[in-house]
């Protein structure tokens, strides 16, 4: 085994998984999308392009109509021949960035607590993660931890906005800071903007690619997976400037030979049909009950600004005792209800383990089944 392979953890939460399904749990641990619902054009679309023979090989850089699609739907303007790439999900996007961008020993700085694979990625990749804790209760990073995080060896930054634990959407102030070091220490920026469609409380998203100083120098990755609830589908995208675009296509050819082509056929002809502002409101909506649900129970949540999790601190409900796992498997057995513990988003699971992280992109009655739960299996609550 290489040992860049032995570096990789498996899911570190499979004996939680175990007992969820024995106790017949409602899963609100994972991004799986339960709400909104694919679309019933877009399978129509994919029988359709089955019926139609499209079922080889297509572009290995992506169906064109389906890149013609994003870029007409992307903040900046984009070449869909030359600046965009379809990959197989947000997953294979970020590796690819990663394995284009950096040599082995090079640098990555990255938020923290933050994406779990985020840290498998850059392993993968053989570079070494630099990290700039946020700062809960809003999570935000402190400039100076920043700027501290630069060294010469930097060679990119890795964000994800909106954010998958904390629910931060990283502001323009946040995004201008992050400009000027990035181009005081010549690194190229990587974005993970897969929730980019579920924002809240009237925000607007930017895209690192519309911030000035960074459009030149950055990656967005996005998905399709979240925005239209088709995360089995494994379409995702890559944007960036021609000469970042051409290397990634030849890494994504070669590990891929392109992801299937009749969904990405699908989607494409498809997708623009769905309403993606009334499912950003209706996420919004979610969002909501689950906070009233679990700041009803006592946790201490900072309202996510965007994206589908609510990420709680437990330590009220624990008597002070920091330790997320164990009310993970209390919540479990007492309620009937799966969250996942916080410290495997934190790079030292220590400084996590008072949090949980808890998903709402749920349908609305089994986010109410959840309330009706947890009141039940706390009857002081009630
Ligand atoms: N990035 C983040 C921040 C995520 O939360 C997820 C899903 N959990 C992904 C990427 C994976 O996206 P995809 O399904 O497009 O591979």
């Known amino acids: 085994i290489s040992s860049r392979a032995a570096g990789l953890t498996g899911n570190s939460l499979g004996e939680l998984f175990m007992l969820a399904l024995e106790r017949e749990a409602i899963d609100m641990a994972l991004g799986t999308p339960g709400y909104p619902e ?39 303007p984009t070449d869909p021949w030359g600046e965009l790439t379809i990959t197989v999900g947000a997953t294979e996007a970020l590796c690819v960035a990663l394995l284009t961008s950096v040599e082995p020993g090079d640098e990555v700085v990255l938020l923290d607590p933050g994406y779990e694979q985020f840290r498998s990625a850059i392993a993968l990749a053989g570079a070494v993660p630099r990290f700039v804790p946020l700062q809960p209760p809003d999570w935000r990073f402190d400039p100076a931890d920043l700027a501290a995080a630069f060294t010469s060896r930097t060679r990119a930054v890795l964000l994800n906005s909106p954010a998958n634990p904390t629910g931060r959407v990283l502001d323009r102030e946040e995004l201008d800071l992050i400009a000027e070091l990035a181009e005081r220490w010549d690194t190229t920026v990587i974005c993970d903007e897969v929730y980019s469609n579920y924002v809240f409380d009237g925000r607007v998203q930017t895209s690192i690619a519309e911030v000035p100083g960074l459009a030149e120098r950055s990656i967005v990755a996005g998905s399709l997976s979240k925005s239209f609830a088709i995360s089995g589908w494994r379409i995702g995208f890559l944007r960036a400037d021609r000469v970042r675009t051409q290397a990634m296509q030849c890494v994504h050819e070669l590990t891929t030979q392109g992801t299937a082509t009749p ?120």
């Open 38 to 76: 694919p679309a019933a054009d877009i399978i129509d679309a994919a029988c359709e392009a089955m019926r139609a023979g499209r079922n080889q090989y297509d572009m290995p850089a992506g169906d064109l109509g389906l890149r013609e699609r994003i870029a007409a739907t992307f903040p900046v």
């Open 263 to 382: 969904l990405q056929v699908a989607v494409g002809v498809a997708a623009l049909s769905t309403d993606l502002k009334t499912a950003a409101e209706e996420m919004g909506r979610r969002r909501d009950l689950a906070l009233e649900i679990f700041t009803g129970m006592g946790m201490k949540i900072a309202p996510p600004e965007g994206g589908c999790f609510l990420f709680a601190d437990v330590s009220p409900l624990t008597g002070g005792l920091k330790d997320g796992r164990a009310f993970t498997f209390e919540l479990l057995d007492t309620a009937g209800v799966l969250v996942v513990p916080g410290a495997s988003s934190f790079a030292d699971p220590a400084r996590g383990e008072q949090y949980v992280r808890i998903a709402f992109n749920r349908q609305e009655e089994l986010l109410r089944e959840v309330g009706h739960r947890i009141r039940a299996a706390r009857p002081a609550d009630k």
